[in-house]
């Protein structure tokens, strides 16, 4: 598995080892088509690593262009704008997505400097409907490497003929909780925003799927390639599918907290409940529970 990372930067490789160890599977099965620049669909369970599957690769060549390693001579200055698009339509997820991608590119530049190959910073913005307007004129000033954003706030970007320019520089799009979005309008407005931002890059950009949940997956993978026109006809864009999932072992108990619902004691079931909801809130680290009212469950 650790041979998938040997593409990476030094720095990245030292971080990731350190930080990790070996990759978790939607890492060791997605990174390879990923770093072929491949339409990539990735489903794997939550807390599984798929967020950072996608975005490393990413970091990796955004690091690359900002030391002057590719794609052209060294110290010659690059056009200004969003290498980097994530979109997720959980506007709380986003926040959630850039406090964690702090971590690993303060580690990464750490670990760079350590090993005597500085990296320069990247920088990292979220525009959503409650971003300041003085911010979101901040951002069309100096566009960020990496933007993370919803459906809504993508589209009204893309309405700005000042503010879209900052998309031609896109290299990769993220498109998180993507079952979200597959079969609905909003997922149809997605899809042709998304196109749009190819239209004003003028070059293919890769697009990367994530979900845990999400089924079926060739249908998904469709909706995330989108169609592009080959000899006047239009044909869905190969995506390649990354099936991580796994079938979680479960111990499912059905339980009753009287034997005879038809004689309880003062006339209610809670003298009967709160005990046994008690015990089970006190022997285990996390408990759900599900209730007809706010009132009932507090």
């Given at each position: ?6 593409p ?9 080892r350190?930080?990790f160890?070996?990759p978790t599977?939607?890492?060791?099965l ?13 489903l794997?369970p939550?807390?599984s690593?798929?967020t950072?599957?996608?975005?490393l ?7 690359r ?6 794609g052209?001579e ?19 997820l ?8 702090r ?6 530049r ?10 320069p910073p990247?920088?990292v ?5 409650d ?12 566009p960020?490497?990496?933007l993370?954003?919803?459906?809504e ?8 003929p000042l ?10 799009v ?11 309008k909003r ?7 998304l ?11 890769q ?5 845990a949940?999400?089924r079926p997956l060739?249908?998904v ?6 169609y592009e ?7 869905p864009?190969?995506?390649?599918v990354v099936?991580?999932g ?6 499912l108990?059905?339980v009753t907290a009287?034997e ?5 004691p ?11 909801v008690?015990?089970?809130i ?12 706010r009132?009932?469950?507090?």
């Amino acid at each position: 598995m650790s041979d998938v990372l040997s593409p990476f930067l030094p720095a990245v490789q030292s971080w990731f080892r350190a930080t990790f160890g070996p990759p978790t599977p939607p890492q060791a099965l997605g990174w390879p088509a990923i770093q072929r620049g491949e339409h990539t669909l990735i489903l794997s369970p939550t807390g599984s690593g798929k967020t950072l599957a996608a975005f490393l690769w990413g970091i990796d060549e955004l690091y690359r262009e900002a030391a002057g390693r590719t794609g052209s001579e060294k110290g010659e200055r690059q056009e200004k704008g969003v290498r980097l698009l994530y979109v997720s339509p959980l506007k709380a997820l986003n926040n959630d997505v850039e406090r964690n991608l702090r971590a690993p590119l303060a580690g990464i530049r750490h670990v760079a400097k350590e090993q005597g190959a500085p990296l320069p910073p990247l920088s990292v913005t979220v525009r959503t409907g409650d971003t300041p307007q003085s911010a979101r004129q901040q951002m069309v000033k100096h566009p960020p490497d990496i933007l993370i954003t919803t459906p809504e706030s993508l589209y009204l970007i893309l309405t700005s003929p000042l503010a879209r320019g900052m998309f031609r520089t896109v290299r990769t799009v993220i498109v998180d909780e993507i079952h979200t979005l597959v079969g609905n309008k909003r997922g149809v407005h997605l899809a042709l925003s998304l196109e749009r931002v190819v239209e004003l890059a003028g070059h293919p950009i890769q697009r990367i799927g994530l979900s845990a949940t999400q089924r079926p997956l060739d249908k998904v993978a469709r909706f995330l390639g989108g169609y592009e026109q080959h000899d006047g006809a239009f044909a869905p864009r190969p995506v390649t599918v990354v099936d991580a999932g796994m079938i979680k072992p479960m111990d499912l108990r059905v339980v009753t907290a009287v034997e005879d619902f038809s004689d309880l004691p003062g006339g209610s079931i809670w003298p009967a409940v709160i005990p046994q909801v008690m015990d089970q809130i006190e022997s285990h680290r996390t408990t759900l529970i599900f209730a007809n009212s706010r009132r009932q469950a507090e």
